[in-house]
Each structure stands twice: as C-alpha cells, then as structure tokens.
C-alpha cells in the first residue's frame, strides 16, 4: 500500500488526482471503518488513516474527505482560534483542499472564492502572482502548499498582502525543512534533481527556518504559531495530528 501511494502521487499528475482520489476511496472508507482515531474535518471514525507521501507516513489519510495531518489541525485551528466559522468574512482559497471546499462553500457567513492555475477543482483560473482582484477584497486569505512550487514566492505573498484588507489575515503553510536557510535554484529544471534537493519533483525551492522571516519581505507580517502545542496529547492522537507543525499566520503589513 504504502509503494503504491508513493507512486501515484509522485507519477500521476495533481489535476488527475483530484479528480479520481474521492472515488478510488470509496472502498478504503469501508475497510478502515471502526474506532481509533476520528477526523475533526468529517467527523468520521476509522481504525486508523491511511498512509500517505512520497516518503509514506502512517495514519495520515482520511479515507472519508481525504484531510490530511496538517488539514485536521487546521480546521482545529479555525474553530478554537478564530471567527471563521461565525463572522461575515470575504474568503480566497487559493489551491483549495479538497476536504475544506464543500465545506467551506455551506457556510452561509462566508463569500468563499477558490482560485488555481491548474486545479479542476477552484472556480476561478488564477496565477497567483497577478491575483486578478483589487487590492483590499479579502478579509481571509488561504494558501497551503503552494509557495514550494511557484516562480517567486515573494511576488506571491506581495499579491496576497495587496487583497488582503487592512484588518485582513491568512495562513500560508508550506513543507518547512531543519534546515537554516531556504534554498533554491532556478536554473534546476530536471524534475529528478528537483526532487533530490527540493523533496518533490515540482518543487522550485526547499523552505528552511527562515520561513517566516523571508515571507515577510513582502510586507505580510508572519507569526509562528505552535497551536498544536496547546492541544492535550490525547487529542493530538486521536486526531492524528503533527506534532510539530507550526501554524503561519499572516496579517496585512
């Protein structure tokens, strides 16, 4: 299971995946159905989650709406520390997961927008680094994942600082390594050398401890949040959540 994953995910391109991924998991959902860890997101029980990553991690995968670690806790982070749920807010979702959008989108508080330069699944076609709204739109900006693949992550951010309104937040995660300082290296086009330095073949740069720091040379101001930290162990494992993911806030500079 754990290869075949692997595989498919480093293989067969993201549009494709997110067409297929909520039918081939129909049957994983029946398999893994029983009591060892529930999904905040869905609020489905299951033995445990599937394993998922280049690099397999065990317990990851909702077979039900395919939230992720870093998914579950962030909707955890919505509901606990937050006004997402309740307040009138403006929402862009920028490469939306599929375990938020329908859920997001029934919200009746929000005026949710998804977003993507290739994602079958956001509403509206968008190169992050010309967003085609005017600037001060968006109470709520997310963009999860993304800033590893672009051709510059500080244009991005520029472009999110730029919609966000003046009271406006967000949260940017990326794969952050323990390593000092971001790399990259635009002249690497070989998707294989891209995924021995990078992690993945798609990605441009590998994020080290200087996130934060660096993003906020786009005039965002970043705040590291250890959000998780806070949580009971317990639930971390029940959850199935990551242990040491930092939540990037973001608010308009």
Known sequence: MKKIISFVIRYIPRPILQRISPVTMKFFEWSYRG???????????FKKFLPYGRVS??????PHCLSLERHRLMWLFLKEKTDFFSAKLKVLHVAPEHCFIHRFER???????????ESPLAKVKMDIHQIPFEENSFDVVFCN????????DILACKEINRV????????????????EK??????????????????????????GKDYAKRLSESGLTIEENT??????????????????????????G
Do not use: M
Not at 183 to 207: A, M, N, W, Y
Not at 227 to 233: A, G, I, R, T, Y
């Open 164 to 179: 966000l309104k003046p009271n406006g937040w967000g949260i940017i995660q990326s794969p952050v390594y323990p390593i």
């Open 35 to 45: 009591k060892g860890v529930n999904c905040p997101v869905c609020d489905h029980e």
């Open 107 to 117: 919200l009746t508080n929000l005026d949710y927008i998804t977003a993507d330069i």
């Open 57 to 62: 991690r065990e317990n990851a995968l909702c």
């Open 227 to 252: 959000f998780v930290k806070q949580l009971d162990p317990k639930l971390v494992a029940e959850f199935a959540l990551p242990k040491d993911e930092i939540i990037f806030l973001c608010r308009k």
């Open 182 to 207: 971001t790399i990259e290296d635009k002249s690497i086009t070989d998707p294989s050398e891209r995924e021995r330095l990078f992690g993945q073949r798609d990605h441009v740069r590998k994020f």
């Open 145 to 152: 994942h993304v800033l590893e693949h672009v051709q510059d």
